[in-house]
Nanobody
C-alpha cells in the first residue's frame, strides 16, 4: 500500500526557515495532487499548500503565500514545503496528503492518504 513520511520539522525562532519533506512510497505518490496541511492544538486541520504532480502548478493559502513554497521531485516521489519568515502562528503539526478524491483541495476529508506529521514550533 505504501506510506507518506514527513521529515524536517523542528524548533526555530521567528523569522527562521525550515524545509519539510514528504517521501511517498508504494502507490501513495499521487498522479494528481499532493498537499500540505497543518493542525495546531485545539484547532481544526487546515490547508497550507498543494501542487499538481504533473504540471507543478501550485496553490497556497493567503496566510503563507509569499513565505512558503511547495515543490516536488517526481524522480524521488517527494514533495517539499520550504518555509521562510516563520511566525509563531505557524506553530503546528504539519501533515502531507496525497490523492485528492473529491472536493476542493483545501478540504482535508477529500484526501485519501496521510502521513503521521512533523512538528514545527516557532518561538517569538
Amino acid at each position: 500500500q505504501g506510506q507518506l513520511v514527513e521529515s524536517g520539522g523542528g524548533s526555530v525562532q521567528a523569522g527562521g526557515s525550515l524545509r519539510l519533506s514528504c517521501a511517498a512510497s508504494g502507490n501513495t505518490y499521487s498522479s494528481n495532487l499532493m498537499g500540505w496541511f497543518r493542525q495546531a492544538p485545539g484547532k481544526e486541520r487546515e490547508a497550507v499548500a498543494t501542487i499538481y504532480v504533473k504540471s507543478a502548478y501550485t496553490y497556497l493559502v493567503d496566510s503563507v503565500a509569499g513565505r512558503f513554497t511547495i515543490s516536488r521531485d517526481n524522480a524521488k516521489n517527494t514533495v517539499y514545503l520550504q518555509m521562510n519568515s516563520l511566525k509563531p502562528e505557524d506553530t503546528a503539526m504539519y501533515y502531507c496528503a496525497s490523492d485528492l478524491m473529491w472536493g476542493g483541495w483545501q478540504e482535508p476529508r477529500g484526501w485519501r492518504y496521510w502521513g503521521q506529521g512533523t512538528q514545527v514550533t516557532v518561538s517569538s
